[in-house]
């Protein structure tokens, strides 16, 4: 209970709070990263709320992640491609967060087939089932930065050009813009938000194929080596879950958000190199090393990026509220807490890191 009382000292103001009392909330993916955090979060404002999740191998799900909010919540192992499943699940909901994906950029590439299933074909299913069996729920999509590629100036507003440089791109593009004709054409309301960074506790660390933040945090908290592609120079912007789960809920109780994307990211650009340097500097572990580019990364990295956020603020008063320094040493304690659960054995030998 003292987990999700900390999580509830996050505001979100009063009225989208109390928005959540006793409303029925879908979560697809809700074992994994974001999902859970968001879960702890709902259970916390009253929700009555239900997880989804096929608990796949690799793609972050863990029980884990809901303890001490078990009993809070109902669990149903399923998996988004299952078409039947999904028109049974969203009956009778009032919002639907849906996190469900598969994110590995390395992956996609590798079996595009199996990225397509989950991040557009799945999307459409999950969409159809709300169109003939719940028209009425409220969907927030959980986009990504990825669709956009390149980017051609800094920072990235939603205005610039989709032009995705791998297969999860371009899926989680298709998914995005089938939200967004479901909202238009046929009035399920639907909205969805391009992630950036986004890190903390309950983060998948079994391996380094789902984002390079939870890598380095946990090679940091083994005391490893953290090894960087180039001279490390490459900006991001990163989001602490918390503020993540804040944009999620302030989407979901809006109505001015329907039909619309979002950006939703840090504060400002940091170098890869600062944040690790950063990162070892609160563990008081880990050490940095810079390594040359493998050919199958360089042909999939996007140079800088970092997001512009004014257009979700705007609309919906959002705004990060957790520095990276604070974020990071509280993603620290967390692992040091619970890394047996979320990793089977200490790294022997790291693996090449992105």
Request: proline share 4%; charged share 25%.
């Amino acid at each position: 209970m003292s987990e999700i009382k900390k999580i509830d000292e996050i505001s979100m103001g009063d009225d989208n709070a109390s928005f959540y009392k006793g409303r029925r909330v879908l979560i697809t993916g809700g074992l994994g990263f974001i999902g859970s955090n968001l879960a702890a979060r709902l259970v916390a404002l009253g929700a009555d709320v239900l997880l989804v999740d096929s608990l796949t191998p690799d793609s972050g799900g863990n029980l884990f992640n809901i303890d001490g909010i078990r009993h809070a919540v109902q669990v149903n192992v399923s998996d988004v491609r299952d078409a039947s499943s999904m028109q049974y699940l969203v009956r009778d909901q009032q919002v639907m967060f849906n996190l469900a994906g598969q994110v590995s950029h390395v992956d996609s590439m590798r079996d595009p087939y199996t990225d397509l299933e989950i991040n557009c074909r799945s999307q459409l299913s999950i969409l159809e089932a709300c169109r003939h069996h719940n028209p009425s729920v409220k969907v927030v999509f959980a986009g990504t930065r990825q669709i956009y590629g390149k980017p051609d100036v800094l920072p990235v507003t939603e205005e610039h050009l989709v032009r995705p440089i791998d297969v999860n791109g371009i899926n989680k593009a298709a998914g995005e813009y089938y939200h967004l004709v479901y909202n238009n054409v046929f009035g399920v309301r639907s909205c969805a938000l391009r992630l950036t960074n986004v890190y903390g506790p309950r983060q998948l660390l079994k391996h380094n194929r789902q984002g390079f933040i939870g890598w380095f945090i946990r090679l940091a908290v083994e005391d490893r080596e953290i090894q960087l592609f180039g001279d490390g120079s490459q900006l991001r912007d990163f989001v602490y879950v918390d503020d993540v789960v804040n944009a999620f809920l302030l989407a979901g109780a809006s109505d001015a958000c329907n039909g619309e994307v979002f950006n939703v990211g840090g504060s400002g650009p940091v170098s890869l190199a600062e944040l690790a340097k950063l990162l070892v500097e609160v563990a008081g572990t880990g050490r940095v090393r810079f390594a040359d580019w493998p050919a199958e990364r360089r042909a999939i990295d996007i140079g800088d990026f970092y997001a512009d956020s004014s257009k979700f603020k705007r609309a919906v008063g959002w705004t990060g509220a957790v520095t990276l320094r604070d974020g990071l040493d509280r993603t620290v304690r967390y692992y040091r807490d619970h890394l047996s659960e979320y990793v089977e054995t200490p790294l022997d030998t790291p693996p090449e890191t992105p």
